[in-house]
């Protein structure tokens, strides 16, 4: 999914990505991709690793045109910064979708193994004396998961739409 969101044309045209050269590295999808989408706020990275990210996500552009604005997103190789970079202490010539790898196989970003995701998706196990006061159709449900229920991102003025 993340190699997804970083070649996705509105992730690229909002956070400067088509802007991003090999002559004038772009740190805002780099800073994002750490802070935001994978370890979170320096949790593991240096602003050096931020500069080098930049350079790995060089490439991208666009073209113009009056009445429909930026268009045809697309990877070009002449605007990519070749060069070998240091991330997270490895060295390489990294391009942007190593710059993913990195990230997803940094120590410090959290994984989820289909056991834990499982745990997060099913309803709890019930045993012994819970299980013989609960009846087969009824689960009880956490207080944090009734709240996050109540605060779901369906609007109330616009019920039953789905996000």
Not at 72 to 101: L, Y
Not at 130 to 140: G, L
Not at 144 to 156: I, K
Request: glycine share 8%.
């Amino acid at each position: 999914m993340l190699h997804e969101i970083t070649r996705d044309p509105a992730m690229l045209l909002w956070l400067s990505g088509t802007k991003n050269t090999k002559w004038s590295p772009n740190e805002n999808y780099a800073r994002e991709l750490m802070e935001l989408f994978t370890l979170g706020a320096g949790r593991g990275y240096s602003e050096q690793d931020v500069r080098e990210q930049a350079r790995a996500l060089t490439g991208f552009d666009n073209e113009w045109r009056r009445g429909l604005g930026a268009h045809n997103v697309h990877f070009e190789r002449k605007r990519h910064d070749a060069g070998t970079k240091r991330i997270f202490g490895k060295s390489g010539s990294f391009d942007w979708q190593d710059a993913v790898r990195l990230c997803l196989r940094h120590p410090n970003h959290p994984s989820f193994s289909s056991r834990s995701s499982g745990a997060i998706l099913s309803p709890p196990r019930l045993t012994g004396q819970r299980a013989a006061r609960s009846s087969s159709s009824t689960v009880p449900i956490s207080r944090s998961a009734r709240l996050s229920r109540r605060s779901s991102a369906t609007p109330r003025s616009t019920p039953g739409r789905a996000w």
